[in-house]
């Protein structure tokens, strides 16, 4: 997994490594990992950095070009 996306929000927000890594409760190795592709993103980390940034998962992992995080769906509650 190519993680260039994450190194580039972090240094567009003018955030270090450590700063990230203190935020998500991780050594700052790790997450060096993740940046360099070395170690894997769990999903709850992936999760806490698309609501850091404030974008989406897909967007973190380039799937998709598109910024903005996706709308949430409204619950539904039906009576029956």
Do not use: F, V
């Not at 994450?6 to 050594?27: C, F, G, P, V, Y």
């Not at 894997?40 to 799937?63: H, K, Q, R, V």
Request: with cysteine; hydrophobic share 30%; aromatic share 8%.
């Amino acid at each position: 997994m190519r993680c260039n996306r994450i190194r580039d929000l972090r240094e567009d927000h003018e955030l270090t490594q450590k700063e990230i890594a203190k935020s998500l409760n991780i050594a700052q190795r790790t997450y060096s990992g993740y940046e360099t592709s070395s170690r894997n993103i769990p999903i709850e980390i992936l999760i806490e950095l698309a609501s850091l940034y404030n974008t989406s998962i897909d967007y973190l992992l380039g799937l998709t070009d598109q910024t903005e995080p996706y709308k949430k769906k409204q619950k539904i509650y039906r009576n029956t």
